[in-house]
Each structure stands twice: as C-alpha cells, then as structure tokens.
C-alpha cells in the first residue's frame, strides 16, 4: 500500500507560478515510477509528466519547456514546477505512483486554476 498526500494546488494569474507536492508513504521502496495526470471539466484524465527511478522524465507536449518534474528520494516526495501558466492548465491535478508490480495509485487531486 501506498499513501499519497498532495499539496500546491491554487489560484494563479495567467503567467504565474504554482509548485505541487506530493509526499508518499507505505511501501515506498516498490515505487518505480512518480507522476501528475490532470482532468478539465468535461475531458478525460491525461498525463502531465512523469519521472522515473532512475531519473528519465517525460511530459506532454503542451507542458514541455514550462512544467519541470522532480523527485526528492530522501523524502519520498514528488513536485511539479510549473511556470508560465495558462487559463487551459486549469485542472484538478493528481499525483500518481507506479510500483514495479505494475500497481498504480492515486493522491487526491488538488485543484489549480490559472484565471485573471
């Protein structure tokens, strides 16, 4: 079992800033894969970025060159940086954990609004 508890999420002008965090807990040291998927209003869940055990990460093409995923291994913790943001980055954010059994789990989700 994995526990994921997320935080950052808020309301931001367009062009801002905002850093999420989740912190995960339980059977950490199965944990292969850290990421963030995010859901708009009437869309499906999507990825947003991803990282690895070994570091190697991944991001969508409408985040690349603004969002950064990172990982803090001594605190089990996962973050997302995200700059320049726009109004169609509004989302409810959710943190999401792989185990190397292939296993996934899911924070909470935490929303971010991007309005002026």
């Known amino acids: 079992q994995v526990q994921l508890v997320e935080s950052g999420g808020g309301l931001v002008q367009p062009g801002g800033s905002l850093r999420l965090s989740c912190a995960a807990s339980?059977?950490?040291?199965?944990?292969?894969?850290m990421g963030w998927y995010r859901q708009a209003p009437g869309k499906q869940r999507a990825g947003v970025a991803h990282i690895i055990s070994g570091g190697t990460t991944n991001y969508a093409d409408s985040v690349k060159g603004r969002f950064t995923i990172s990982r803090d291994n001594a605190k089990n913790t996962v973050y997302l940086q995200m700059n320049s943001l726009k109004p169609e980055d509004t989302a409810v954010y959710y943190c999401?954990?792989?185990?190397?059994?292939?296993?996934?789990?899911w924070g909470q989700g935490t929303q971010v609004t991007v309005s002026s």
């Open positions: 339980g059977s950490i040291s199965s944990i292969y894969v």
């Open positions: 999401n954990v792989f185990l190397n059994t292939g296993q996934p789990y």
